[in-house]
């Protein structure tokens, strides 16, 4: 058989929000790799195999499926949320860049409802208007690229939202986030911790940005943060579309 690859998007957790071509993707795929509870996430099915791994292989991990796929599996690389937004459809990219022979491979990636638009749908409409996302992590990047992007984007007047905001072995960041963000704002404005969504552990909390606290967020929470616009309607905020 002639093998793929198939980056596929799980969405933020609940079933439902999987999209009706990663269902049928996921069925038709001989392999599945990735992070271990995305794999978990999945069901057991007859004849398909799982190869579930660690958090911080994601170049390993693309190398495996691509030798994988070149040898005539089908392979679903899962990723929670959407696979192009911190996670590994770029992963897979960057181990094609380095092995020539697997440009020809099919290769393909499924969207997926991103962690960012399923918080903003539970709050309302934060992200109405412009709006920019930033990964808090600096794993991969130097905070002080970190910091300046979250200071143009707060001079820009974007709303804001924050992937892996804090973890136990980075919980400084998110409250040096914090303090830039009051400090480059000039303004208070809604600040959304939006907490495993979809899934039965959903929280989501709603503070004015001098209210933030760091430890509101942890690695299951996407932060919205909105712009100079960015109000409250009964229960709701959102963004007007008109902004200056
Ligand atoms: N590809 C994923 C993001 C991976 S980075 C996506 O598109 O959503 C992991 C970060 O995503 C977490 O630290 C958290 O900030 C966010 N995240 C993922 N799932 C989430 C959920 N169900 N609720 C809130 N945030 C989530």
């Known amino acids: 058989m002639s093998g793929w690859v198939r980056i596929v998007g799980l969405g933020p957790g609940d079933d439902g929000m999987i999209t009706p071509e990663a269902q049928a993707t996921l069925a038709e795929a001989s392999d599945l790799v990735g992070y271990h509870p995305y794999v978990a996430r999945i069901p057991d099915c007859p004849g398909q195999v799982k190869h579930a ?127 830039i963000l009051n400090e480059a704002c000039g303004d208070d404005r809604p600040v959304i911790f939006a907490r495993a969504v979809s899934t039965p552990d959903e929280e989501i909390l709603t503070v004015p940005l001098t209210e933030a606290r760091p430890e509101m967020a942890d690695m299951r929470t996407v932060v919205l943060v909105g712009s100079s616009t960015t109000r409250r309607v009964g229960r709701f905020v959102y963004t007007p579309r008109s902004a200056e």
């Open 53 to 179: 791994s660690d958090n911080r292989v994601e170049l390993d991990r693309a190398r495996h499926a691509l030798s994988l796929a070149r040898g005539g599996a089908h392979v679903a690389v899962v990723s929670s949320g959407d696979p192009g937004v911190f996670a590994m459809a770029a992963a897979v990219f960057e181990a094609m860049e380095g092995d020539p022979a697997t440009l020809d491979l099919d290769i393909q990636v499924v969207p997926g409802i991103t962690a960012m638009l399923a918080a903003a749908a539970r709050a309302g409409a934060p992200l109405g208007h412009d709006f920019c996302a930033i990964n808090l992590s600096d794993n991969l990047k130097p905070w002080a690229v970190i910091e300046r992007r979250l200071r143009l984007a707060a001079e820009a007047d974007f709303a804001m939202a924050f992937y892996n905001p804090r973890s136990k072995s980075r919980p400084e960041g998110f409250a040096r986030t914090l303090d």
